[in-house]
T-cell receptor, first 111, second 116 residues
Framework: GNSVTQMEGPVTLSEEAFLTINCTYT??????LFWYVQYPGEGLQLLLK?????DKGSNKGFEATYRKETTSFHLEKGSVQVSDSAVYFC??????????FGTGTRLQVTL | NAGVTQTPKFQVLKTGQSMTLQCAQD?????MSWYRQDPGMGLRLIHY???????DQGEVPNGYNVSRSTTEDFPLRLLSAAPSQTSVYFC???????????????FGEGSWLTVV
């Protein structure tokens, strides 16, 4: 079946540092890939998505590129802020009606 | 601009009690679903619906019941609560069931349930 593997957290960075959160996946066919963000006490919000190989999703300074050859969708940001502290989930859809999530990576950004 | 609304936000139940988590969306979405979020396990799909009158099981359906009598509402029922059902529950909706095409899924703010 489909699966998503994310790097273990928590990730602690100083403000303005470069962020990478690794995500790799296993899926049949051609899944769409997503990053969701969950701020403390809130639900999940879509951060960015990519629906085909080599697509780059971007939003709020975050980027991720759909790499079919390495089955990866790593999240990056050039300069993180304290307000980026949250839990980040990588996810994919393979079958029409199911979203498969990774376990989440907690990011803590300090001044 | 309500989006997906879940109630209650917090609930404590005793083992064996039943309760219903309510979910409503005002976006005329066909697709609705329930997930539970547990530490170290991400979100797991409990049940989903692709339209009024149609429901189906997800990964972890045991102990939960759903119905979809209207497009707007998708309640989740715990028939006899167990401590293993202590979790955070999220309702989600999407315009269509075609999630594989990159359709955006909108999540509610979550319901924190503790079963003692």
């Amino acid at each position: 079946g489909n699966s998503v593997t994310q790097m273990e957290g928590p990730v602690t960075l100083s403000e303005e540092a470069f962020l990478t959160i690794n995500c790799t996946y296993t899926a049949t066919g051609y899944p769409s890939l997503f990053w969701y963000v969950q701020y403390p006490g809130e639900g999940l919000q879509l951060l960015l998505k990519a629906t085909k190989a080599d697509d780059k999703g971007s939003n709020k300074g975050f980027e991720a590129t759909y790499r079919k050859e390495t089955t990866s969708f790593h999240l990056e940001k050039g300069s993180v802020q304290v307000s980026d502290s949250a839990v980040y989930f990588c996810a994919l859809t393979g079958t029409a009606s199911k979203l498969t999530f990774g376990t989440g990576t907690r990011l803590q950004v300090t001044l | 601009n309500a989006g997906v609304t879940q109630t209650p936000k917090f609930q404590v139940l005793k083992t064996g009690q039943s309760m219903t988590l309510q979910c409503a969306q005002d976006m005329n979405h066909e697709y609705m679903s329930w997930y539970r979020q547990d530490p170290g396990m991400g979100l797991r799909l409990i049940h989903y619906s692709v339209g009024a009158g149609i429901t189906d099981q997800g990964e972890v359906p045991n102990g939960y019941n759903v119905s979809r009598s209207t497009t707007e509402d998708f309640p989740l029922r715990l028939l006899s609560a167990a401590p293993s059902q202590t979790s955070v529950y999220f309702c989600a909706s999407s315009r269509t069931r075609a999630l594989s095409s990159g359709n955006t899924i909108y999540f509610g703010e979550g319901s924190w349930l503790t079963v003692v």
